[in-house]
């Protein structure tokens, strides 16, 4: 999100109605753990339909503390994709599991429902879906998959907030659903995430965990078990809140955005754009590029850089990472991953972005690629 790029990836938009929450909470005696807190979650758990709402310190927390609420540690198997941010695999390694990678799909860029039903074995514990710069993956069959085999489904809907699938709210398909609030996101609270889940065993086992496993039992807090210190403070709550009131008007300003950049860049022949879809929460516009240009992906982001136009190559597939080489994993494993992410380049995409700045992103693409012919 640098400011040296005249368009940046990436922009926070607070306004005045954040700046005061976050003002009130200066002013007032609870900095952590107090009523802000409480109320972000509510309205949180209101809004996705699901019995409760644990705000957390990030999504990375969301993903560890689900992982640890269902049990998942040394000897299991957790099944998640490549083609993610770091975050996921691992909240999989802090929790002692094994991630198990399984494929994506080209167009979904999210995980393959058939490549998972060969993947699940005696010891997969959980298996963690990824909804991808806030497109669903293939939520309904991927549950059911998951359900007939007795396997629990968490949701890394980090990017998806207020993302939908038939009106049913993404992070409530499987057993917990984690979202995260980094600065990039479609709302933020600077850091700070949220796990979701319909059941109270679970949500009261995350609360535990979040807060050094301690419980108040009558007395001080007695600690039953080993936890972290995950919690979500009052400032980040009220900033964050403050954003989800705003969640609907931003979810909108951004399918504008990507409209502008589907009229704009329809003329550039062979390039693959992310579907307009009404329930879409859009996190970032990943392009794909055609075939014959992918190995030029990187030549394309230094010319719009020249330009003073950011972008990003997301994701780097895991799997060839230096720091999960134990894995086991080799070049050519994941060859779906592989293709998508060596032809993917997001474009920027901010709230403040205007129809002007889409277009001149969108002719600064079309006359590189005029070039490549």
Known sequence: MSETFRIPLARPDVGVAEKAAVAAVLESPNLSRGPVLTAFEQDFRHRLGCGHAIGLSSGTAALHLALLALKAGPGDEVITVPYTVPATVNAILAAGARPVLVDIEAESRALDPARLETAIGERSRAVIVVHPFGQAAAIGDLSR?????????????????????????????????????????????????????????????????????????????????????????????????????????????????????????AVVAGLALPPLNAETSWFAFVIGLPERLAARRDALAAHLAKHGIQTGRYFAPLHLQPGLEHLGYRPGDFPVAESVAAASLALPFFNAMTKIEVAEVAERIHAWVARQA
Request: net charge positive; glycine share 14%.
């Open 145 to 265: 998959r998951c359900r007939d085999r007795g396997v629990a489904l968490i949701e890394d809907a980090c990017e998806a907030p207020g993302g939908t699938v038939n009106g049913k709210a993404l992070g409530t398909f499987g057993a917990v659903g984690c979202f995260g609030f980094y600065p990039n996101k479609q709302m933020t609270s600077g850091e700070g995430g949220m796990a979701v889940t319909a059941d109270a065993g679970l949500a009261d086992r995350i609360r535990l965990l979040a807060n050094h496993g301690r419980r108040m039992n009558g007395r001080w807090l007695d600690q039953v078990a080993v936890g972290f210190n995950y919690r979500l403070s009052e400032l980040s709550a009220a900033l964050g809140r403050a954003q989800f009131q705003r969640l609907d008007q931003i979810l909108e300003t951004r399918r504008r955005l990507a409209g502008w950049y589907h009229e704009a860049l």
